[in-house]
């Protein structure tokens, strides 16, 4: 199975394998293997029924994990907004390459 967080999941998830049909056809069987859930921090904001069908602490597989690790690194990446606005497309890419990159080292 793969297991994917998104913060409306449970709205996302409603029509996507025939949306999948229309734009991805080779692709849409993976649909179905396929487990769209709700970050935990996210789920405060849902209907209760969500918040059941979508949690990761309810499903097998998803082990201790809160889904929101791709959020941890964005306030490292906005402070590099100041210094990146006034860079030309290239050199903006570059720099926060190098930033991820950092961070992503930073955390081995």
């Known amino acids: 199975r793969i297991l994917v967080t998104y913060d409306v999941a449970c709205q996302y998830f409603i029509h996507l394998k025939s949306r999948f049909l229309l734009s ?6 993976l649909i179905d293997i396929v487990n769209m ?3 935990k921090k996210h789920l405060d904001g849902h209907k209760e029924d969500c918040r059941y069908r979508f949690s990761l602490n309810y499903t097998k597989g998803s082990g201790r994990s809160h889904g929101e690790g791709v959020e941890v690194s964005w306030s490292e990446s906005k402070q590099a907004g100041a210094s990146t606005r ?3 497309h ?3 890419h570059d720099t926060l390459n190098d930033l991820h990159n950092d961070w992503n080292w930073c955390k081995i």
Not at 24 to 29: K, N, T
């Open 90 to 92: 290239g050199h903006r």
């Open 24 to 29: 991805f056809a080779a692709l849409a069987p």
């Open 86 to 88: 006034q860079m030309n």
């Open 37 to 39: 859930l709700v970050p």
